[in-house]
């Protein structure tokens, strides 16, 4: 189920600057997604998949994020994450990957050029995450 909050950032969003949503994913996709490369996405994630199976934010030069139908999807072994212990569920527009630990809620940036995940870019889940985009991005709001 979608929470409230996750519908309210959304709608937000949409009056930030131009976004492409893709169509949502259910939940039985998944799970399937999950058994087949034995992760557990974290379930603030899984709700934003069931709004959009990936996406577009503020486009141009913003950030995209990954599902498990529409492409980009998600490869559990992207080897632009730090090590085995992340999957890559999306990328800024500088290239870097925005990961989640597999099975716990934290989403970061992985800074690629310095090799290391910045404390200030680890997010408690996906809603704190998209909460921060403007900070993130460098966007008014």
Request: glycine fraction near 8%; hydrophobic fraction near 40%.
């Amino acid at each position: 189920m979608v929470s409230g909050e996750l519908k309210l950032i959304i709608d937000e969003l949409n009056t930030q600057g131009k976004m492409v949503f893709h169509e949502a994913t259910t939940e039985e996709k998944i799970t399937t997604f999950e058994k087949k490369n034995n992760v557990v996405l974290p379930s603030k994630y899984k709700e934003w998949l069931l709004l959009s199976d990936g996406g577009e934010f503020f486009l141009p030069a913003g950030i995209q994020l990954y599902g498990i139908e529409h492409k980009p999807v998600i490869n559990v072994n992207d080897k632009s994450r730090p090590n085995d212990d992340y999957i890559v569920i999306g990328a800024l527009a500088s290239g870097d990957p925005i990961i989640c630990a597999k099975d716990i809620e934290e989403i970061a940036i992985y800074n690629q050029e310095s090799g290391r995940i910045e404390d200030d870019e680890i997010y408690d889940d996906f809603i704190a995450f998209l909460k921060h985009l403007h900070d993130l991005l460098g966007i008014g709001g």
